[in-house]
Structure formats: structure tokens, C-alpha cells
């Protein structure tokens, strides 16, 4: 599997393996801008959000991920893993950056993350 997104090597940091992350489950990377999650998918994809739904502030890593998306375990938002964004009829944002994966290790672009636009 290669999740490649170009960039210079300044761009990505080294956070860990795949197999480091349990399918359908999450693993928590601290970092400058807090906590955030990253997320592996039974296909093996990798994402990447902050650890906070949009909603109430849940822990998403502590949520049960479900196709590409999580379910916050406060109250049940769906966040969609690939944009952060809720799933209908919820509205709300997760902050996210993007990840590649190369030869298995994961790399975030922290440089690239994206703000959330949470709704609490």
C-alpha cells in the first residue's frame, strides 16, 4: 500500500508502522497543535484527525471506526475520516492533516493540517 502525497521530507514527520495501529481501531500521536489520531481502516488506509469531535470535545480515538469514518463515543457523531467533516444531519469539522505511507511507515504533514470548524 502507498498512501503517497508529495512534498520535501521537511514536510513529513515519521510517527510510526501501519501494523503499529489496529485495523478498525486508532493509535494517539502528540504533537505542537495537541493530540491526533490516527485512524487505520480495515482496507489498511490511514487518516489522520485531532482528537477531538466537533461536537462535544470526545475523544475520536476512543470511538469505533466503521468503513472510513468514526463514531465519537461522547455522542455519536459520525466523522468522516478522509475530511474531518460530520456526517449529515450533524454539521461540524475535525481538525485533519494528511498522511502518507510509505514501505509501511506512516508520515504526517503536520505543515498542511487543517483547522476544525467544530459547532459546540
Do not use: N, Y
Amino acid at each position: 500500500m502507498d498512501q503517497s502525497i508529495k512534498g520535501t521530507a521537511a514536510d513529513w514527520i515519521e510517527v510510526g508502522r501501519v501494523e503499529d495501529i489496529p485495523r478498525q481501531g486508532s493509535r494517539i500521536v502528540k504533537t505542537g497543535r495537541g493530540d491526533i489520531a490516527l485512524f487505520r481502516t480495515v482496507a489498511d488506509e490511514v487518516f489522520a484527525l485531532e482528537d477531538r469531535c466537533p461536537h462535544g470535545g470526545g475523544p475520536l480515538s476512543q470511538g469505533i471506526v466503521h468503513g472510513a469514518r468514526v463514531t465519537c463515543p461522547l455522542h455519536s457523531w459520525v466523522i468522516d475520516l478522509a475530511s474531518g467533516e460530520a456526517v449529515g444531519p450533524d454539521e461540524g469539522c475535525a481538525g485533519h492533516c494528511p498522511v502518507r505511507v510509505v514501505g509501511g511507515v506512516v508520515h504526517l504533514g503536520l505543515m498542511a493540517f487543517k483547522e476544525g470548524c467544530g459547532h459546540e
